[in-house]
C-alpha cells in the first residue's frame, strides 16, 4: 500500500530553520508530482510548495517565497522542504501529498510550532 511518512517537524523559534522530510513507499515515486500543504488551527489546508515529476518544476504559495525550498532525491523516494526565516504564522500542520492523475495521497502530517 501507498505510505507517506512525514518527519522533522519541530518547535523553533522566530527567524529559525527547519527541515521536512516525506519518505514515500508503495509508489513509483519518479513518477508522481510532489507538495507540501499546511493548515494553521482554525484554516484551511493551503498549499505551500509544489515540485512536478521527473524535471522537478517548483512553485511557492507567495507567503513561502524567498523563504521555503521544496527538492525532491528521486533515487531515495524522498521529499524535502527547507523552512529558513520561519514566522508565527508559518505554525500548522504540513502534509506531504502524491499526486498523479486521479491519484492523490496524503501524510499523516508533521506539527510544526514558531514561536518564542
Known amino acids: 500500500q501507498v505510505q507517506l511518512v512525514e518527519s522533522g517537524g519541530g518547535l523553533v523559534q522566530p527567524g529559525g530553520s527547519l527541515r521536512l522530510s516525506c519518505a514515500a513507499s508503495?509508489?513509483?515515486?519518479?513518477?508522481?508530482?510532489m507538495a507540501w500543504y499546511r493548515q494553521a488551527p482554525g484554516k484551511q489546508r493551503e498549499l505551500a510548495a509544489k515540485?512536478?515529476?521527473?524535471?522537478?518544476?517548483?512553485n511557492y504559495a507567495d507567503s513561502v517565497k524567498g523563504r521555503f525550498t521544496i527538492s525532491r532525491d528521486n533515487a531515495k523516494n524522498t521529499m524535502y522542504l527547507q523552512m529558513n526565516s520561519l514566522k508565527p504564522e508559518d505554525t500548522a500542520v504540513y502534509y506531504c501529498?502524491?499526486?498523479?492523475?486521479?491519484?492523490?495521497?496524503w501524510g499523516q502530517g508533521t506539527q510544526v510550532t514558531v514561536s518564542s
Open positions: 501529498n502524491a499526486a498523479r492523475g486521479v491519484e492523490n495521497y
Open positions: 515540485i512536478t515529476a521527473t524535471v522537478g518544476f517548483t
Open positions: 508503495g509508489i513509483i515515486f519518479s513518477r508522481y508530482s
